[in-house]
């Protein structure tokens, strides 16, 4: 088993600030009093932050706050949200809502719903949150190196009424591909990442650090919110002697169940909240292990049980579920029916796509790494025209094909949709996702009610295939 958090020789002990989750409230805007003033401000910068172990030395990251963690956004279900964004970087940027069914104007996404904030410029976010639930928040301007280099954060909607528990947790689950001097590698547009399975990192962190373990009390019960913002990592969290149950994805309730393979698997962009009940004994230690990758388990984190006495009594009773959002259901038997193909990558038999307006052969694709496509269309832009046009408030049914060998999340903009099936087996419950993970070559059946007009873009979460040209729009009209 390599446990090695490689290319260092660190100690396994990753830290856990997640409790102390940097709350944005109260910050400042720097504009005249007569403005409206939002009660949250995202400042795009560059800062110093300790990424490894304090012993390091600190990593030059890009971050929307002044201080490490990871930003973390708490609103309550239904309320209004306003956030200014304030551009510090020396690059257009802008803040999409991942996960989040706002109106087109709010995405974030430069060219179809926003001009890029330039350099030393604000934007206004400012918009309603419908769902409840685990959501984050990145920029949609080359996006590899943006979120690469730090750029996100989380936004926790509370329910009106949470499920009781003794705390509730925050984890952004990353990676970071850092060099000897702790500095982030600047290789963004390497072609070996863009056309395999995407930039991996070599420093595996729990809210932006290395994790330490998770000191709990015996009979405690945590609600662990899950958040992957790795640009290409997926993580499969085992609780060592622990049975966790999931209550939602992707933001959306789901009847509690223990994950299948006891991993809960998380792609880039997918969010999981899990019950976790600590059910062990005072003084024991457990293992949280990533074993996603086979013959490469990596110790993630550990659960330290405290001394002493328990925290309750007797342990957790049943586990509760959320109530769900309201969400438009889907009439299957009066769908539209849509497919989208994925083709491209590394060992491919693709001959060629529509790219800049015209069909061009593989080698031509290949000069500009433009090497993904989606119903054969390479992007280069998200200016592009629709690659799908779903009719506004009718049911929709999409099947995804994926004709390449890697696996790709892929996630669709304002909407969630229910995963009817996946390779041809039916999902049980269809949850409701904003993300669906494709295996090599592997199919999706989704479903969803087109209620949200606009152009959205529908792509890959891999972010290196983003750059390659794995984006497109669904226009909702
Ligand atoms: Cu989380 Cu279009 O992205
Ligand atoms: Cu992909």
Same mark, same amino acid.
């Given at each position: 088993?390599?446990?090695?958090?490689?290319?260092?020789?660190?100690?396994?002990?990753? /830290?856990?600030?997640?409790?102390?989750? #940097?709350?944005?409230?109260? /910050?400042?805007?720097?504009?005249?009093?007569?403005?409206?003033?939002? %009660?949250?401000?995202? &400042?795009?910068?560059?800062?110093?932050?300790?990424?490894?172990?304090?012993?390091?030395?600190?990593? $030059?990251?890009?971050?929307?706050?002044?201080?490490?963690?990871? $930003?973390?956004?708490?609103? &309550?279900?239904?309320?209004?949200?306003?956030?200014?964004?304030?551009?510090?970087?020396?690059?257009?940027?802008?803040?999409?809502?991942?996960?989040?069914?706002?109106?087109?104007?709010?995405?974030?996404?430069?060219?179809?719903?926003?001009?890029?904030?330039?350099?030393?410029?604000? #934007?206004?976010?400012?918009?309603?949150?419908?769902?409840?639930?685990?959501?984050?928040?990145?920029?949609?301007?080359?996006?590899?190196?943006?979120?690469?280099?730090?750029?996100?954060?989380?936004?926790?909607?509370?329910?009106?009424?949470?499920?009781?528990?003794?705390?509730?947790?925050?984890?952004?689950?990353?990676?970071?591909?850092?060099?000897?001097?702790?500095?982030?590698?600047?290789? #963004?547009?390497?072609?070996?990442?863009?056309?395999?399975?995407?930039?991996?990192?070599?420093?595996?962190?729990?809210?932006?650090?290395?994790?330490?373990?998770? %000191?709990?009390?015996?009979?405690?019960?945590?609600?662990?919110?899950?958040?992957?913002?790795?640009?290409?990592?997926?993580?499969?969290?085992?609780?060592?002697?622990?049975?966790?149950?999931?209550?939602?994805?992707?933001?959306?309730?789901?009847?509690?169940?223990?994950?299948?393979?006891?991993?809960?698997?998380?792609?880039?962009?997918?969010?999981?909240?899990?019950?976790?009940?600590?059910?062990?004994?005072?003084?024991?230690?457990? &293992?949280?292990?990533?074993?996603?990758? +086979?013959?490469?388990?990596?110790?993630?984190?550990?659960?330290?049980?405290?001394?002493?006495?328990?925290?309750?009594?007797?342990?957790?009773?049943?586990?509760?579920?959320?109530?769900?959002?309201?969400? $438009?259901?889907?009439?299957?038997?009066?769908?539209?029916?849509?497919?989208?193909?994925?083709?491209?990558?590394?060992?491919?038999?693709?001959?060629?796509?529509?790219? %800049?307006?015209?069909?061009?052969?593989?080698?031509?694709?290949? %000069?500009?790494?433009?090497?993904?496509?989606?119903?054969?269309?390479?992007?280069?832009?998200?200016?592009?025209?629709?690659?799908?046009?779903?009719? +506004?408030? &009718?049911?929709?049914?999409?099947?995804?094909?994926?004709?390449?060998?890697?696996?790709?999340?892929?996630?669709?903009?304002?909407?969630?949709?229910?995963?009817?099936?996946?390779?041809?087996?039916?999902?049980?419950?269809?949850?409701?996702?904003?993300?669906?993970?494709?295996?090599?070559?592997?199919?999706? +059946?989704?479903?969803?009610?087109?209620?949200?007009?606009?152009?959205?873009?529908?792509?890959?979460?891999?972010?290196?295939?983003?750059?390659?040209?794995?984006?497109?729009?669904?226009?909702?009209?």
């Amino acid at each position: 088993m390599n446990t090695q958090n490689t290319p260092f020789s660190l100690s396994r002990r990753q /830290m856990l600030m997640g409790a102390s989750a #940097f709350a944005l409230s109260g /910050m400042a805007p720097r504009f005249g009093a007569a403005a409206a003033i939002p %009660k949250h401000v995202l &400042k795009a910068q560059k800062l110093d932050a300790q990424i490894l172990p304090p012993d390091w030395p600190k990593t $030059p990251i890009w971050s929307y706050a002044d201080t490490h963690p990871v $930003p973390v956004l708490r609103v &309550k279900q239904g309320e209004r949200l306003q956030v200014l964004l304030q551009n510090e970087l020396d690059q257009p940027t802008t803040v999409h809502w991942h996960g989040l069914r706002i109106p087109n104007a709010m995405d974030g996404v430069p060219d179809i719903s926003q001009a890029p904030v330039q350099p030393g410029e604000t #934007f206004l976010y400012d918009f309603k949150v419908p769902d409840a639930g685990t959501f984050w928040f990145h920029p949609h301007v080359n996006s590899s190196e943006q979120i690469g280099r730090g750029l996100h954060g989380a936004l926790i909607v509370e329910e009106h009424n949470p499920p009781k528990v003794d705390r509730d947790l925050v984890w952004v689950l990353d990676d970071w591909r850092l060099t000897q001097d702790g500095a982030i590698s600047d290789d #963004f547009n390497r072609g070996m990442d863009i056309s395999h399975g995407g930039r991996t990192g070599n420093f595996v962190t729990l809210n932006g650090r290395a994790s330490e373990p998770l %000191k709990v009390r015996k009979n405690e019960r945590i609600r662990l919110r899950l958040i992957n913002v790795a640009n290409a990592r997926l993580f499969g969290l085992n609780f060592e002697n622990h049975d966790v149950h999931i209550i939602a994805l992707d933001g959306q309730p789901v009847p509690p169940h223990s994950p299948k393979y006891d991993m809960v698997l998380l792609a880039p962009g997918q969010r999981a909240d899990v019950i976790l009940d600590c059910t062990g004994d005072a003084g024991s230690t457990h &293992k949280i292990l990533d074993i996603v990758y +086979e013959n490469d388990t990596l110790l993630f984190n550990e659960l330290v049980y405290e001394e002493g006495e328990p925290l309750h009594a007797s342990p957790p009773g049943p586990v509760p579920s959320l109530t769900p959002n309201r969400l $438009p259901e889907p009439d299957l038997g009066n769908a539209e029916n849509h497919e989208i193909i994925i083709s491209g990558g590394a060992m491919s038999r693709m001959q060629g796509a529509v790219y %800049k307006g015209e069909y061009r052969p593989i080698g031509e694709l290949v %000069k500009d790494m433009r090497i993904w496509a989606l119903n054969g269309v390479a992007a280069h832009t998200t200016a592009m025209l629709p690659m799908l046009t779903f009719a +506004e408030n &009718k049911s929709h049914i999409v099947t995804i094909k994926n004709e390449t060998m890697f696996p790709h999340p892929m996630h669709l903009h304002g909407h969630s949709f229910r995963i009817l099936s996946i390779d041809g087996e039916p999902v049980p419950n269809t949850p409701w996702a904003d993300t669906v993970l494709l295996g090599g070559h592997g199919t999706a +059946e989704i479903a969803l009610v087109a209620d949200n007009p606009g152009d959205w873009l529908f792509h890959c979460h891999i972010l290196a295939h983003v750059q390659g040209g794995m984006t497109s729009v669904i226009r909702v009209a």
